[in-house]
């Protein structure tokens, strides 16, 4: 009996999933495609970051202690002082530059080091090439990393040429560094002569120091503590690896996120599947319950179900994750695009582990999605679920006021703060607004289609009644709709108020006519003051303001905050900075003004009026926050100060960037032909029209976010699946309607469109509340997630028209799958049709 | 030697060898530079080096500071310590300075030219095979140097420092600490003529050398957890050069022994690719000061035992018997196997170690004992 019962359920489930292979496959493709984002994201995430860790490690070596100091550095003689100590083994004095390639977009990290120093601290760096180290001492010698040579085309012997101010200078590659030295792109040199030919004579930026054996970190930290300046940090590498990861945290974790909501999504397809097998099978299975088979059996098989599709699609979206992720760090990098580690090649390493995890988490959600429906057959009574009209009830228990307590809680906690600097919370509110919305829908469905006006065309009559008859089954379909759009929709805005908010910012920012760099990268393009007045006394150019960027550590824990060094606006008392809220008029007697970006605010915890100390010169200053600005560019956090006030702290007069205003009559080309002559046409120079700056930023903007997108649509795309689902699903219960309607006299054409008219209003009522509860999440991740994450705000701006088609597009796509997914339950006999009702 | 200071050091010479090939490798290179487009300043003008001339008188103390104009200069002491338990041990401390001949015009302090290496080993019969140890900085920021006008060169905590008439040195090896005064008992040896020892027929290829032999030593040798007191006699050597080698040259033997009697004998021989001997020279100063030194036709080394290290398979001949002008000594080492093992920094293996000299089989002296060149060549 009991081996004849599974035959019977084995012939059951064989018969829908042979009769609709394809709604199988899109079941099995939804989980796979939730898993697959969630693999590839996290692999791509782990191997950057890991990357990373090891290219901190890497340069450390065997160093138990790091001192590392701002872009402007430290006195040498402090390498000297910490060197004699009787607790220090060994330690290992370094010049840390990002070098500007002339010709080339990008930098390369120099690290000036005294080889011999080096190979008692990080002996592997240049292990095994004795030669190369003698070599090393030549003034025009560099050893690079095998990433860098590949990555530039270089080899031994070629000429590597970087940017010093506008200038190119050339050094002769002695060697490759050891193939287990660094995967970073890296160049070596002498501490000599970095310091000698970069400019930083006199200074270092940092010192890996190796403990004589019983001493304890801590010990020593203490013990130095009197000796290590302002601005200069000491830490294990260990926290030096943190530091440079807690740069991508709040981006890896938002890229989780989506693809956690693509699997949550994928589960829901899975759902609507079991659902429309369940709603196909009702009778089949009370007749099996007739037959003897228990509830528990029969809960059981229909999850067992939920599991095979569970775990076909996992195993699919393990191997198409893997897959995206190796494409992804070939393609896009190991940030995806958004420049968190520029110069780390990330090798792609697939921790079983993980995989697995991701794999068993596929699994849960399908068996989750399966069970709901499942328990609701399970529950049923057979002799009421034998009958016809009883789809209705299955979806009873699934509805009702907790949605009401989920919305609640949702807005609650999009009040909450950040915890740990993310906003987990906010991630929370949203996952409940979700879910809360959806188990409100049947209802809001309810009481909106009950005061549906009836329609004189039949068809339309006939679809508002139905509507009205069965509230809730619209309110899965509806469901489906609301969880895709609510999500496009809040993305749409979010990027949409992003954009705008960049734009404007932009315009701000660029006050000027041209912007003249001395190499747009890397710390040694600049300006000298000599050069500046060359800038000024150009035929056109009306007037140059001119800018220094450094950086400074204001916290241990967190990568040094850019220092710009700006003059003020003309008849202003502060630099043009796109500021939100008052600025604060500063006397000349109380402390000087530094206006912080947002990021930086946050980060020191003050707002516009408090009094804030800056390590500059090795030496702390007080200011006073004179505004709080906005700042998109530098996500570790800016502070401005009056350049004048710079140059008299640090008699630092170069100058990275220069603001140039044109005459009115002079053209920008030609200004910029006469200013590359009187820079001999070097390489180093690059000159960008405002127009050109705001089109290369939102492009870079756009290629930051294609990840996004990317979700997003994956995400809509799950969704639209389920909505075909589940109007395939009442399609089907219905074919008895439709044989009495086709009885009684109406024409396909007749039912295809009061089906339509019925895929419409679902549709529409969708898409509005999708709108706005789009809206409400939208709200939440400008003014909630991405405030916490990245500490900066935004404007919001609703981009109407997109949003007005989408809509149009998704009701119009509701119609016609409704129509479709009826085609198939109206062919067939009619006779038959009507019979089946038993 | 890069990839662990403290892994093992050639010999001097080696070393020096390698150093010296510095300069006319990057002379090379700024030639090829020429040719390229662009480079801006990238060039370093050389003070030329200065040249060993014969008639200069060596003075003392002033000369046995650096003479940093010189490319190549070193202090070496070797001698014998007897612990209060009558064991006996060779050690060896060593100080090179070399002038690289590069980045003359940076101003960085950091600018290398002036490298300082420090080498170390210990005999120790119980043992059966050399402890050694080695450190190599740049002169910069006082922490590493050699003073001029009077001994001390330094790296580190690492240092050898002249104190009135004695000399004191403190190393901290890894696997044991010397702290150690040598007190002289005799004047400088001046060695070759005047001082200037010529290491090969051309007249270029010479050195400024002077020995201080029967320096009676004190002080306290840790090692294996114990410290014991020591003393003992040693050796100093002091030479400065800009050309040492002949090219010709493809291994020495070398000794430095303290006779018993008072005496003191230094023999050295230049071995060319054949085996044979092209130059040798050597001075010998015997117990009421007189000093005799050698034509190169007036040394001869002559191998009695061999030894075969049985880690690299080559062979040494570890025992001698060595005439040099009147004097004829048997040489025996301390212990075998006092091999240095370098391929892995520096690339040479030699054999350096403590030697008893006996005449007649009767025991008439003790020092060290150097042999280059026996596994493979040395390139230069």
């Given at each position: 009996?009991?081996?004849?019962?599974?035959?019977?359920?084995?012939?059951?489930?064989?018969?829908?999933?042979?009769?609709?292979?394809?709604?199988?496959?899109?079941?099995?493709?939804?989980?796979?495609?939730?898993?697959?984002?969630?693999?590839?994201?996290?692999?791509?995430?782990?191997?950057?970051?890991?990357?990373?860790?090891?290219?901190?490690?890497?340069?450390?070596?065997?160093?138990?202690?790091?001192?590392?100091?701002?872009?402007?550095?430290?006195?040498?003689?402090?390498?000297?002082?910490?060197?004699?100590?009787?607790?220090?083994?060994?330690?290992?004095?370094?010049?840390?530059?990002?070098?500007?390639?002339?010709?080339?977009?990008?930098?390369?990290?120099?690290?000036?080091?005294?080889?011999?120093?080096?190979?008692?601290?990080?002996?592997?760096?240049?292990?095994?090439?004795?030669?190369?180290?003698?070599?090393?001492?030549?003034?025009?010698?560099?050893?690079?990393?095998?990433?860098?040579?590949?990555?530039?085309?270089?080899?031994?012997?070629?000429?590597?040429?970087?940017?010093?101010?506008?200038?190119?200078?050339?050094?002769?590659?002695?060697?490759?560094?050891?193939?287990?030295?660094?995967?970073?792109?890296?160049?070596?040199?002498?501490?000599?002569?970095?310091?000698?030919?970069?400019?930083?004579?006199?200074?270092?930026?940092?010192?890996?120091?190796?403990?004589?054996?019983?001493?304890?970190?801590?010990?020593?930290?203490?013990?130095?503590?009197?000796?290590?300046?302002?601005?200069?940090?000491?830490?294990?590498?260990?926290?030096?690896?943190?530091?440079?990861?807690?740069?991508?945290?709040?981006?890896?974790?938002?890229?989780?996120?989506?693809?956690?909501?693509?699997?949550?999504?994928?589960?829901?397809?899975?759902?609507?599947?079991?659902?429309?097998?369940?709603?196909?099978?009702?009778?089949?299975?009370?007749?099996?319950?007739?037959?003897?088979?228990?509830?528990?059996?029969?809960?059981?098989?229909?999850?067992?179900?939920?599991?095979?599709?569970?775990?076909?699609?996992?195993?699919?979206?393990?191997?198409?994750?893997?897959?995206?992720?190796?494409?992804?760090?070939?393609?896009?990098?190991?940030?995806?695009?958004?420049?968190?580690?520029?110069?780390?090649?990330?090798?792609?390493?697939?921790?079983?582990?993980?995989?697995?995890?991701?794999?068993?988490?596929?699994?849960?959600?399908?068996?989750?999605?399966?069970?709901?429906?499942?328990?609701?057959?399970?529950?049923?009574?057979?002799?009421?679920?034998?009958?016809?009209?009883?789809?209705?009830?299955?979806?009873?228990?699934?509805?009702?006021?907790?949605?009401?307590?989920?919305?609640?809680?949702?807005?609650?906690?999009?009040?909450?703060?950040?915890?740990?600097?993310?906003?987990?919370?906010?991630?929370?509110?949203?996952?409940?607004?979700?879910?809360?919305?959806?188990?409100?829908?049947?209802?809001?469905?309810?009481?909106?289609?009950?005061?549906?006006?009836?329609?004189?065309?039949?068809?339309?009559?006939?679809?508002?009644?139905?509507?009205?008859?069965?509230?809730?089954?619209?309110?899965?379909?509806?469901?489906?709709?609301?969880?895709?759009?609510?999500?496009?929709?809040?993305?749409?805005?979010?990027?949409?108020?992003?954009?705008?908010?960049?734009?404007?910012?932009?315009?701000?920012?660029?006050?000027?006519?041209?912007?003249?760099?001395?190499?747009?990268?890397?710390?040694?393009?600049?300006?000298?003051?000599?050069?500046?007045?060359?800038?000024?006394?150009?035929?056109?150019?009306?007037?140059?303001?001119?800018?220094?960027?450094?950086?400074?550590?204001?916290?241990?824990?967190?990568?040094?905050?850019?220092?710009?060094?700006?003059?003020?606006?003309?008849?202003?008392?502060?630099?043009?900075?796109?500021?939100?809220?008052?600025?604060?008029?500063?006397?000349?007697?109380?402390?000087?003004?530094?206006?912080?970006?947002?990021?930086?605010?946050?980060?020191?915890?003050?707002?516009?009026?408090?009094?804030?100390?800056?390590?500059?010169?090795?030496?702390?200053?007080?200011?006073?926050?004179?505004?709080?600005?906005?700042?998109?560019?530098?996500?570790?956090?800016?502070?401005?100060?009056?350049?004048?006030?710079?140059?008299?702290?640090?008699?630092?007069?170069?100058?990275?960037?220069?603001?140039?205003?044109?005459?009115?009559?002079?053209?920008?080309?030609?200004?910029?032909?006469?200013?590359?002559?009187?820079?001999?046409?070097?390489?180093?120079?690059?000159?960008?029209?405002?127009?050109?700056?705001?089109?290369?930023?939102?492009?870079?903007?756009?290629?930051?976010?294609?990840?996004?997108?990317?979700?997003?649509?994956?995400?809509?795309?799950?969704?639209?699946?389920?909505?075909?689902?589940?109007?395939?699903?009442?399609?089907?219960?219905?074919?008895?309607?439709?044989?009495?309607?086709?009885?009684?006299?109406?024409?396909?054409?007749?039912?295809?469109?009061?089906?339509?008219?019925?895929?419409?209003?679902?549709?529409?009522?969708?898409?509005?509340?999708?709108?706005?509860?789009?809206?409400?999440?939208?709200?939440?991740?400008?003014?909630?997630?991405?405030?916490?994450?990245?500490?900066?705000?935004?404007?919001?701006?609703?981009?109407?028209?997109?949003?007005?088609?989408?809509?149009?597009?998704?009701?119009?796509?509701?119609?016609?799958?409704?129509?479709?997914?009826?085609?198939?339950?109206?062919?067939?006999?009619?006779?038959?049709?009507?019979?089946?009702?038993? | 030697?890069?990839?662990?200071?403290?892994?093992?050091?050639?010999?001097?010479?080696?070393?020096?060898?390698?150093?010296?090939?510095?300069?006319?490798?990057?002379?090379?290179?700024?030639?090829?530079?020429?040719?390229?487009?662009?480079?801006?300043?990238?060039?370093?003008?050389?003070?030329?080096?200065?040249?060993?001339?014969?008639?200069?008188?060596?003075?003392?103390?002033?000369?046995?500071?650096?003479?940093?104009?010189?490319?190549?200069?070193?202090?070496?002491?070797t001698g014998w310590l007897e612990t209060?338990a009558r064991a006996q041990m060779g050690f060896?401390?060593?100080?090179?300075?070399?002038?690289?001949?590069?980045?003359?015009?940076?101003?960085?302090?950091?600018?290398?030219?002036?490298?300082?290496?420090?080498?170390?080993?210990?005999s120790d019969t119980s043992?059966?095979?050399?402890?050694?140890?080695?450190?190599?900085?740049?002169?910069?920021?006082?922490?590493?140097?050699?003073?001029?006008?009077?001994?001390?060169?330094?790296?580190?905590?690492?240092?050898?420092?002249?104190?009135?008439?004695?000399?004191?040195?403190?190393?901290?090896?890894?696997?044991?600490?010397?702290?150690?005064?040598?007190?002289?008992s005799q004047?400088?040896?001046?060695?070759?003529?005047?001082?200037?020892?010529?290491?090969?027929?051309?007249?270029?290829?010479?050195?400024?050398?002077?020995?201080?032999p029967h320096l009676k030593v004190?002080?306290?040798?840790?090692?294996?957890?114990?410290?014991?007191?020591v003393g003992g006699s040693a050796w100093?050597?002091?030479?400065?050069?800009?050309?040492?080698?002949?090219?010709?040259?493809?291994?020495?033997?070398w000794i430095g022994i303290n006779l018993d009697d008072g005496g003191a004998l230094m023999a050295?021989?230049?071995?060319?690719?054949?085996?044979?001997?092209?130059?040798?020279?050597g001075?010998f100063r015997d117990a009421r000061?007189?000093?005799?030194?050698?034509?190169?036709?007036?040394?001869?080394f002559l191998p009695v035992r061999?030894w075969?290290?049985?880690?690299?398979?080559?062979?040494?001949p570890v025992a001698w018997r060595v005439r040099a002008g009147p004097i004829e000594l048997m040489i025996e080492p301390l212990m075998d196997?006092q091999?240095?093992?370098?391929?892995?920094?520096?690339?040479?293996?030699?054999?350096e170690g403590a030697v008893r000299a006996t005449h007649e089989k009767k025991p008439v002296g003790r020092g060290y004992l150097e042999?280059?060149?026996?596994?493979?060549?040395?390139?230069?």
């Amino acid at each position: 009996m009991f081996s004849g019962r599974w035959a019977l359920l084995k012939a059951v489930s064989g018969g829908t999933w042979r009769d609709h292979p394809g709604r199988l496959v899109l079941a099995v493709l939804g989980i796979a495609l939730g898993v697959a984002l969630g693999v590839a994201v996290h692999l791509i995430n782990a191997s950057a970051v890991s990357e990373f860790d090891l290219a901190v490690r890497s340069l450390a070596g065997e160093a138990d202690l790091v001192i590392r100091g701002p872009r402007s550095g430290f006195s040498e003689a402090l390498y000297a002082r910490i060197a004699r100590r009787p607790e220090v083994r060994a330690a290992s004095p370094a010049v840390e530059i990002e070098v500007q390639l002339p010709g080339r977009s990008e930098t390369i990290k120099i690290l000036g080091l005294d080889p011999f120093r080096a190979a008692q601290v990080q002996p592997h760096l240049l292990a095994g090439s004795r030669e190369a180290v003698f070599e090393l001492l030549k003034p025009d010698a560099v050893l690079i990393s095998r990433a860098a040579a590949d990555h530039l085309g270089l080899k031994a012997g070629d000429l590597l040429r970087m940017q010093i101010g506008v200038d190119t200078i050339a050094f002769r590659i002695a060697a490759l560094l050891p193939a287990g030295a660094t995967r970073q792109r890296l160049a070596v040199m002498d501490v000599a002569n970095a310091q000698w030919r970069f400019g930083w004579l006199g200074q270092l930026h940092r010192i890996d120091v190796k403990l004589a054996p019983g001493t304890t970190t801590a010990a020593f930290q203490k013990a130095i503590e009197r000796e290590i300046p302002p601005g200069v940090l000491i830490a294990a590498p260990q926290a030096e690896a943190e530091r440079g990861a807690s740069l991508s945290r709040a981006y890896r974790t938002n890229l989780d996120m989506l693809a956690l909501v693509t699997l949550f999504t994928g589960a829901f397809l899975v759902f609507s599947t079991q659902f429309l097998a369940i709603t196909r099978r009702r009778a089949q299975l009370a007749l099996l319950r007739v037959l003897g088979l228990t509830r528990a059996r029969l809960f059981r098989w229909i999850v067992l179900e939920g599991a095979v599709i569970g775990v076909c699609g996992s195993a699919l979206g393990v191997v198409i994750g893997c897959a995206l992720a190796q494409f992804g760090v070939e393609r896009l990098g190991g940030d995806l695009g958004a420049g968190y580690f520029g110069t780390v090649t990330p090798g792609l390493s697939f921790d079983s582990g993980v995989l697995f995890i991701f794999f068993v988490l596929g699994v849960a959600f399908a068996i989750t999605g399966a069970a709901l429906p499942a328990l609701g057959a399970a529950r049923r009574a057979p002799a009421l679920a034998l009958k016809a009209g009883d789809e209705e009830a299955v979806l009873q228990r699934l509805t009702g006021w907790p949605g009401l307590l989920f919305i609640a809680s949702g807005l609650a906690l999009s009040q909450a703060p950040a915890t740990d600097g993310l906003p987990l919370w906010g991630y929370l509110s949203i996952a409940f607004l979700l879910t809360g919305a959806i188990l409100v829908m049947p209802r809001l469905a309810e009481f909106v289609l009950s005061r549906l006006p009836l329609l004189r065309y039949p068809p339309a009559a006939l679809a508002s009644a139905q509507l009205q008859a069965t509230p809730r089954q619209v309110g899965v379909s509806l469901a489906a709709i609301l969880a895709s759009f609510s999500l496009m929709v809040s993305m749409l805005v979010m990027v949409g108020s992003f954009r705008d908010s960049l734009a404007t910012w932009l315009d701000g920012m660029l006050p000027a006519d041209l912007y003249v760099r001395a190499g747009s990268l890397g710390v040694t393009g600049y300006f000298t003051p000599r050069e500046q007045t060359l800038i000024k006394n150009i035929a056109g150019v009306r007037d140059a303001t001119f800018i220094r960027t450094q950086n400074v550590f204001l916290r241990s824990d967190r990568p040094p905050v850019a220092l710009l060094a700006r003059p003020l606006a003309p008849g202003k008392s502060h630099p043009a900075l796109p500021f939100e809220g008052a600025t604060r008029l500063v006397t000349s007697r109380g402390p000087p003004p530094a206006w912080l970006s947002e990021v930086a605010a946050d980060l020191l915890g003050v707002t516009t009026g408090a009094l804030i100390e800056i390590p500059i010169a090795n030496t702390k200053h007080t200011f006073i926050v004179a505004g709080i600005w906005r700042d998109y560019a530098r996500q570790n956090g800016a502070i401005a100060i009056e350049r004048t006030r710079y140059v008299a702290l640090t008699g630092d007069e170069r100058a990275n960037e220069a603001a140039v205003y044109l005459d009115p009559s002079a053209a920008t080309d030609e200004v910029s032909t006469r200013l590359r002559a009187a820079f001999g046409n070097a390489e180093g120079l690059e000159i960008a029209s405002t127009r050109e700056l705001k089109r290369s930023s939102l492009a870079i903007f756009d290629r930051t976010f294609a990840v996004t997108y990317v979700l997003e649509i994956a995400a809509v795309v799950i969704g639209l699946f389920g909505v075909s689902a589940s109007f395939s699903a009442q399609a089907l219960a219905r074919r008895r309607e439709f044989g009495v309607l086709r009885h009684i006299g109406m024409t396909r054409r007749e039912i295809a469109a009061m089906l339509g008219c019925e895929g419409l209003v679902v549709g529409g009522l969708g898409v509005l509340v999708g709108l706005a509860l789009g809206w409400v999440i939208s709200l939440i991740l400008i003014h909630v997630i991405n405030r916490q994450s990245f500490h900066w705000s935004m404007d919001m701006y609703l981009p109407w028209q997109a949003l007005a088609l989408l809509a149009a597009a998704l009701v119009i796509a509701a119609g016609v799958t409704a129509v479709l997914s009826a085609r198939r339950a109206m062919t067939g006999d009619v006779t038959r049709a009507v019979r089946e009702d038993w | 030697m890069i990839r662990d200071s403290r892994t093992k050091l050639s010999t001097r010479r080696r070393l020096l060898a390698l150093l010296a090939s510095l300069p006319a490798g990057y002379t090379r290179s700024a030639e090829r530079k020429q040719t390229l487009p662009r480079i801006t300043n990238n060039e370093s003008r050389i003070t030329p080096f200065a040249q060993v001339v014969s008639g200069y008188r060596l003075r003392f103390p002033q000369d046995e500071g650096s003479h940093p104009a010189f490319r190549t200069e070193w202090w070496y002491i070797t001698g014998w310590l007897e612990t209060s338990a009558r064991a006996q041990m060779g050690f060896q401390i060593t100080f090179f300075r070399a002038r690289t001949g590069i980045d003359e015009e940076n101003p960085s302090p950091f600018a290398p030219r002036q490298i300082i290496i420090a080498h170390t080993a210990l005999s120790d019969t119980s043992r059966g095979s050399l402890l050694n140890d080695q450190r190599i900085a740049r002169v910069a920021l006082g922490l590493a140097g050699a003073e001029e006008g009077r001994t001390h060169v330094w790296i580190d905590d690492w240092s050898l420092e002249q104190d009135g008439a004695a000399y004191g040195a403190r190393i901290a090896a890894r696997d044991f600490i010397l702290d150690l005064r040598f007190t002289p008992s005799q004047l400088p040896l001046l060695q070759g003529q005047h001082g200037l020892s010529a290491k090969g027929p051309r007249p270029e290829s010479a050195s400024y050398y002077y020995s201080i032999p029967h320096l009676k030593v004190g002080g306290a040798l840790a090692h294996a957890g114990t410290r014991f007191s020591v003393g003992g006699s040693a050796w100093l050597d002091h030479e400065w050069s800009s050309s040492y080698m002949d090219e010709r040259a493809t291994g020495w033997d070398w000794i430095g022994i303290n006779l018993d009697d008072g005496g003191a004998l230094m023999a050295f021989r230049m071995r060319d690719a054949a085996g044979a001997t092209f130059w040798a020279g050597g001075a010998f100063r015997d117990a009421r000061g007189v000093r005799h030194a050698f034509e190169p036709s007036g040394v001869e080394f002559l191998p009695v035992r061999l030894w075969r290290s049985p880690r690299t398979g080559t062979s040494y001949p570890v025992a001698w018997r060595v005439r040099a002008g009147p004097i004829e000594l048997m040489i025996e080492p301390l212990m075998d196997d006092q091999e240095s093992d370098t391929r892995a920094s520096v690339g040479a293996v030699y054999w350096e170690g403590a030697v008893r000299a006996t005449h007649e089989k009767k025991p008439v002296g003790r020092g060290y004992l150097e042999l280059t060149g026996y596994g493979q060549p040395l390139r230069l």
